[in-house]
């Protein structure tokens, strides 16, 4: 089953208007969380670290002011699209480390569904 | 961010052939992960490797992590209609924040 949920999976919004993407770790806590943005046929580009209790760090050429983020809780992080454009239409992606037990512990990136966002 | 060089960027091949692709990167990892992700959907992850030179297999898929630690290989054998997607590869120097490859379009023609 999933271990990360991302919801909505399709928002259609118009310009101007903020859209709220929450990304949730379900069986595991999660201090860190990524954000994605994926262009059509293209990679997955960081965005941002969504850090629990502390602000998100961001990649560089990605507006903060933008795209707001929020890490409220070790399950939840969410990014805010504020006032979107039809040019931040996109597939974006979060995704959460799950630790592996044991000696030699593994981090392994588990990723949300995604969330078409259509600004029209 | 940084972004990792994957090749070939695409691939169309006849079902039952093999495939390999390849993934580059400036800087030395300690993590490689492969994933796969179908259209309008989140990648899943594949294969995990934490070691230089090791060689890790899931069914058909074998993934290994390059030596010099700046590179990681897929072999898909036997490839089925089901292999289409997209594959990328992820490399992480802290084992936490990853950053992918360019990705690879494979089509499987039956």
């Known amino acids: 089953g999933a271990v990360v949920s991302q919801h909505p999976s399709r928002v259609i919004c118009k310009s101007g208007t903020s859209v709220k993407i929450e990304c949730r770790s379900l069986d595991f806590q999660a201090t860190t969380m990524f954000w994605y943005r994926q262009f059509p046929k293209q990679s997955l580009m960081l965005m941002a670290t969504s850090n629990e209790g502390s602000k998100a760090t961001y990649e560089q050429g990605v507006e903060k002011d933008k795209f707001l983020i929020n890490h409220a809780s070790l399950t939840l992080s969410t990014l805010t699209v504020t006032s979107a454009h039809p040019e931040d239409s996109s597939f974006y992606i979060c995704?959460?480390?799950?630790?592996?037990?044991?000696?030699?512990?593994?981090?392994?990136?588990?990723f949300g569904a995604g969330t078409r966002l259509s600004v029209l | 961010g940084q972004q990792l060089n994957q090749s070939p960027q695409s691939m169309f091949i006849q079902e039952g052939e093999d495939v390999s692709m390849n993934c580059t990167s400036s800087?030395?990892?300690?993590?490689w992960l492969w994933y796969k992700q179908d259209p309008g959907e989140g990648p899943v992850l594949l294969i995990a490797l934490y070691k230089a030179g090791e060689l890790t297999s899931n069914g058909r898929l074998t993934a290994q992590f390059g030596i010099t630690r700046k590179d990681s290989f897929l072999n898909i054998s036997a490839s089925i209609p089901s292999d289409v997607g997209i594959y990328f590869c992820?490399?992480?120097?802290?084992?936490?924040?990853?950053?992918f490859g360019t990705g690879t379009s494979l089509t499987v023609i039956p």
């Open positions: 992820a490399g992480s120097s802290t084992g936490n924040q990853f950053y």
């Open positions: 995704s959460a480390p799950k630790t592996s037990g044991g000696v030699r512990a593994k981090n392994i990136q588990y």
């Open positions: 800087s030395i990892f300690n993590t």
